[in-house]
């Protein structure tokens, strides 16, 4: 088994800085992409960044030169800092990464979330 467990969400005011972080754990032999996606209240889950085993990274246009996705392989875990936030960015941030398991497997996994409130 793989858990995704996310920090750092909070209560931020308008251009504002906020650091996620998201810690994978369990039966891990190699985790290749993974991305942080979010749900704000009432519309669909839509993806951020993504950044690849290699550190290729990719972002959605509203938080392209915003916000940067990074990863620290050794620890399993990615990272989301977040600068100039806005009122639109509030929402419920998720971790996602695709893990290969011990047991010669391979799924998605999804953190349970951390909130992002940013005020105006």
């Known amino acids: 088994q793989v858990q995704l467990e996310e920090s750092g969400g909070g209560l931020v005011q308008t251009g504002g800085s906020l650091r996620l972080s998201c810690a994978a754990s369990?039966?891990?032999?190699?985790?290749?992409?993974m991305a942080w996606y979010r749900q704000a209240p009432g519309k669909e889950r839509d993806l951020v960044a993504t950044?690849?085993?290699?550190?290729?990274?990719n972002y959605a246009d509203s938080v392209k030169g915003r916000f940067t996705i990074s990863r620290d392989n050794a620890k399993n875990t990615v990272y989301l800092q977040m600068n100039s936030l806005k009122p639109g960015d509030t929402a419920v941030y998720y971790c996602y990464a695709v893990v290969h398991t011990t047991d010669a497997t391979a799924r998605n996994y999804w953190g349970k979330g951390t909130l992002v409130t940013v005020s105006s």
């Open positions: 369990g039966s891990i032999f190699r985790i290749d992409a």
């Open positions: 950044i690849t085993n290699g550190g290729s990274t």
